[in-house]
């Protein structure tokens, strides 16, 4: 991969696995020196920086594991990352938690849970980061947002609103750095084939007597025309042309990665 990002430096939220490991490892590979950021088992970080080590030049990547729902260790977070990698270019802000049910019936304190990680902690992590992106003239803000930023599905209030936010926050942040070297966009991703979103597939195959297939296509993708999952590495690599030489212009923006989803 062309080092596009040789000499920056990447902070990945929720990076120990999934879209956030994707981005890092393609990141790592396009030269970037990169922080990971998720909690986990002790052999799962140490396998996920061994996969973002291998993709770039040998270096196990730093592993900060903040809770991103307390401001404070937000904020030590981005000030370690800038301590030891001397810098932080790229902000993705990709950590994300996710639970379900009816509005009337819903936890308040699981609202508070969604609300703290999918979209609080992007406003910290974005308010630590813009100083040092400014003073330099360059930085890239990506947040990773969902469909769920542009549309509703029942029964996730809580995700659907953080989502939205991310957006908004993503739009507001654009406009105030307009005129500076420094953009932020969303990316908007369907139904991502992940680890974890591949469990569902065979809890509705059960829970409905049905085959994984119908399942996948029927049930889950119902709202992708597609039909089939969004890969890990489309969502990388969006991420990495954000960061490319020819993207100062493009900012603001929320970016549909969807298969026709909110078209439809």
């Known amino acids: ?42 052999e799962d970080i140490a396998a996920a920086r061994r996969a973002v080590a291998e993709a770039g030049d040998g270096t196990e990547p730093h592993h900060s ?70 003073q330099r003239n360059w930085g890239r803000i990506i947040n990773i947002a969902s469909a769920h930023g542009l549309v509703a599905s029942p029964e996730k209030v809580a995700y659907v609103a953080a989502k939205h936010g991310v957006v908004g926050m993503t739009k507001v942040t654009a406009v105030e750095l307009a005129q500076t070297g420094v953009t932020c966009n969303a990316i908007c991703p369907g139904f991502v084939r992940t680890p974890l979103a591949e469990v569902q597939v065979g809890a509705i195959a059960k829970a409905k007597g049905i085959s994984e297939e119908a399942a996948l296509k029927d049930h889950l993708l119902a709202k992708q025309p597609s039909k089939r999952w969004v890969e890990v590495p489309e969502v990388a690599r969006m991420a990495l042309y954000l960061c490319g030489p020819d993207t100062g212009s493009l900012t603001g923006a929320a970016l549909s990665l969807d298969g026709g989803w909110v078209a439809s």
């Open 1 to 42: 991969m062309e080092q596009t990002l040789s000499g920056r430096t990447a902070v990945i939220t929720g990076s120990t696995s999934g879209i956030g490991l994707g981005i890092a490892t393609m990141m790592a590979a396009a030269g970037a020196r990169v922080m990971l950021n998720g909690f986990g088992k002790p």
């Open 65 to 134: 594991a903040a809770d991103l729902s307390k401001p404070a260790e937000v904020r030590a977070m981005l000030a370690e990352a800038a301590s030891v990698l001397g810098q932080v270019d790229i902000l993705v802000n990709n950590a994300g938690i996710q639970f379900t049910s009816p509005v009337e019936d819903f936890p308040e304190e699981k609202w508070d849970a969604v609300i703290a990680i999918n979209l609080s902690a992007v406003f910290h992590a974005t308010k630590a980061v813009i100083p040092g992106m400014k």
